[in-house]
């Protein structure tokens, strides 16, 4: 299995990114697939899953500003950001969902490489 995540980069306050993660070699409409973010020396952060029938989950940091999406002809899950923070700074990572609970990073197999995501003030 393999996850690509792209569209970080720099964006000022309120602005907005789109990121995409492309999967392969996965039978990808079967899984709930999830983006998580890690902040230099924090812990990797839930911040969405969306399930394989679209039901949608948001940490509360960015429940109204951020959506996910996913296209299963593409295998690609979407994460649209916007009205963005400086403390949404963070890598982004993507997530094949294979456990009980969505904000546990332990219950991910495989995870994309991450793109960065840097928010200016």
């Known amino acids: 299995v393999q996850l690509q995540a792209s569209g970080g980069g720099l964006v000022q306050a309120g602005g907005s990114l789109r990121l995409s993660c492309a999967a392969s070699?996965?039978?990808?409409?079967?899984?709930?697939m999830a983006w998580f973010r890690q902040a230099p020396e924090k812990g990797r952060e839930f911040v969405a899953v969306?399930?394989?029938?679209?039901?949608?989950y948001y940490s509360d940091s960015v429940k109204g500003r951020f959506t996910i999406s996913r296209d299963n002809d593409k295998n690609t899950v979407y994460l649209q950001m916007n009205s963005l923070k400086p403390e949404d700074t963070a890598i982004y990572y993507c997530?094949?969902?294979?456990?009980?609970?969505?904000?546990?990073?332990?219950?991910?197999?495989?995870w994309g490489q991450g793109t960065q995501v840097t928010v200016s003030s």
């Open positions: 070699r996965l039978t990808f409409y079967n899984y709930d």
């Open positions: 997530a094949v969902f294979m456990g009980e609970r969505y904000f546990n990073p332990d219950n991910y197999r495989y």
């Open positions: 969306i399930t394989m029938n679209g039901i949608r």
